[in-house]
């Protein structure tokens, strides 16, 4: 029987959750227990991708990619891997029938990264899809359970919360993405000529895909809806620290949303969500 090391391979997933991000797993921790380990399953999948293309430097980047997906292949069409991630991850795909449209659409975004350092707006919109919005519709095809009504009706709310977390994620990186990365992802930026005009700009197109992605989410099952809702107010708080940040001040440091906050906003999140107010 295969379940030690299933049970283990979630366990990677969760510990590569854990060590990555207080937010995701606190919003992880909060959504019922069948859901944990499925998105903790995602988001490692996800991350190790991500590391490949962001923190393995000196190593050939291209080459681990092209493995990365080899494997995720194989796995899929094997149903197992002797990568614990890569093996909770196919676990995850079969269950809920993740598509491999939305799983190619993620390994092209990282691909990307690889040859790609400024995005005009045609790209910009492929590298979204791919890198953010699509973890949101794995996540939604767990949360959907099979019901594929509710996932249709759920699809672009997903997707724009996906893309506001991404976009706060590049506003959030900004330094570190252009200095020890060289890239520039919002279309038509200057890293040096960033100013407060762009800034707002980029911001009221956020707060578009915020608004968007709320009506989603409290039309989300009730196991899922407080866990999402906390990842939602965590990074409208990033945001918030964001707007009231000058240019010159995001695109020197890394602004961040302190643990103290995060626990406020978790208590926040469960009194709304025991008196049914999400």
């Known amino acids: 029987m295969l379940t030690l090391f299933n049970q283990t391979a ?8 854990e060590a990555y991000s207080t937010s995701f797993t606190l919003g992880i921790k ?3 227990k069948r859901f944990h380990n499925p998105i903790y399953s995602i988001y490692g999948y996800v991350r190790l991708a991500d590391e490949i293309v962001d923190t393995f430097h000196g190593y050939d980047k291209k080459q681990l990619l092209e493995r990365f997906r080899e494997e995720t292949v194989k796995a899929i069409e094997e149903k197992i891997s002797l990568n614990p991630v890569i093996h909770s991850f196919q676990l995850v795909v079969h269950q809920y029938n993740i598509e491999w449209e939305l799983i190619d659409s993620f390994l092209k975004s990282m691909e990307m990264d690889l040859s790609y350092h400024r995005y005009e707006a045609n790209m910009y919109d492929t590298y979204i899809y791919g890198s953010a919005e699509v973890v949101g519709l794995m996540c939604l095809r767990v949360f959907c359970e099979g019901d594929a009504e509710m996932y249709d009706r759920l699809k672009a709310p997903a997707k724009s919360l996906g893309a506001a977390f991404q976009k706060i994620n590049f506003l959030r990186d900004m330094k570190s993405d252009y ?5 520039v992802y919002f279309p038509g930026m200057n890293f040096h ?6 800034k707002k700009e980029l911001e009221a197109n956020i707060q578009q895909d915020f608004d968007a992605a709320y009506q989603g989410i409290v039309k989300l099952p009730q196991g899922a809806r407080m866990g999402v809702h906390l990842a939602y107010m965590f990074y409208v708080c990033l945001f918030n620290k964001i707007k009231k940040t000058a240019a010159e001040v995001v695109k020197s440091e890394r602004i961040r949303v302190s643990d103290r906050r995060k626990l406020g906003l978790l208590v926040q999140s469960y009194i709304k969500s025991s008196l049914n107010l999400l």
């Not at 979630?10 to 959750?17: A, E, K, P, Q, V």
């Open 179 to 183: 200095v020890e990365r060289g890239r």
């Open 10 to 17: 979630f366990g990677c997933s969760r510990l590569i959750t």
């Open 30 to 32: 909060t959504l019922d």
């Open 193 to 198: 000529t960033f100013d407060e005009e762009a």
